[in-house]
């Protein structure tokens, strides 16, 4: 039975210190991280084998985020007894999109709750999710809570509100982000950002998604798009990608491979 233990602990280490490595060479070709912030992603991998390429950590502005789907898979890991949501109904107004969600965490059958709340309105959501306040705020409310069950520090990702720069390595200073189209100097995020945190939120393909969008605009490139379908491209994408995802990517998937000349 010992000697059963031992080998657990020791695949269990062996686990950590590999998901650990992983973690650090993704962050690396991804990112200009400093040493702080690879120490940060070391630590939060050993305690709570957080993985980037599922998607559970993200890098923005520098610091570093938990998603949902991250938590999710904590709280199954540690094999969570149940979650429970409900609409706070006294804070809410539908005429104006506002949401108000209580969501409790238990951790087992006889843990103490852990209670979060999350709320949103069209204030405090990005464009691409207008209409999906609702959703959004018991998002919110369900990652506040198992933050609290599960000691997580970081803030969630599905918490913040709208932001300008999707990453840490972002040069404000390049001219072409200032002569760009797609460009916005009204503290709204550019278009191509946008549609890079889309890619990088759903794990898409961002030629297939390119060509996508060519076709979408009706135009020989993204680039030639004017910036009315740009932005209605990104809208539809998020839609997409929310509502059916295995569908989108097999649409992206049929740009793989250019159409055969018909005789």
């Known amino acids: 039975m010992c000697a059963e233990k031992r080998l657990e602990g020791a695949g269990y280490k062996s686990h950590r210190k590999a998901l650990t490595l992983q973690n650090i060479r993704l962050a690396r070709r991804s990112w200009a991280i400093s040493v702080d912030q690879v120490r940060s992603l070391k630590a939060l991998t050993q305690e709570f084998q957080l993985s980037l390429t599922l998607g559970d950590l993200r890098l923005l502005d520098g610091k570093w985020y938990v998603t949902h789907s991250g938590l999710i898979r904590l709280a199954r890991r540690n094999r969570c007894a149940g979650i429970q949501t409900r609409l706070v109904q006294q804070f809410c107004d539908p005429d104006s999109s506002r949401w108000v969600f209580c969501a409790t965490v238990f951790k087992s059958r006889l843990s103490k709750r852990f209670v979060g709340y999350g709320d949103a309105d069209p204030s405090n959501v990005s464009t691409l999710v207008h209409g999906a306040e609702m959703r959004i705020a018991e998002t919110r409310a369900v990652n506040r809570a198992l933050r609290k069950a599960y000691g997580i520090g970081l803030c969630s990702v599905e918490e913040l509100g709208p932001f300008s720069s999707n990453s840490g390595h972002r040069r404000d200073n390049d001219p072409s982000a200032k002569n760009s189209s797609n460009g916005s100097n009204n503290g709204q995020p550019r278009l191509r950002d946008q549609l890079c945190l889309l890619i990088r939120r759903h794990n898409l393909n961002p030629t297939l998604v390119k060509a996508y969008a060519a076709d979408f605009c009706g135009t ?32 992206l998937n049929s740009y793989a491979h250019p159409a055969e000349a018909k005789s």
Do not use: G, T, W, Y
């Not at 993204?222 to 990517?249: G, P, T």
């Open 220 to 251: 020989p490139s993204l680039k030639e798009a004017n910036r009315d379908l740009v932005q209605s491209f990104i809208s539809h994408l998020a839609e997409c990608a929310k509502e059916d995802k295995d569908m989108l990517i097999c649409r």
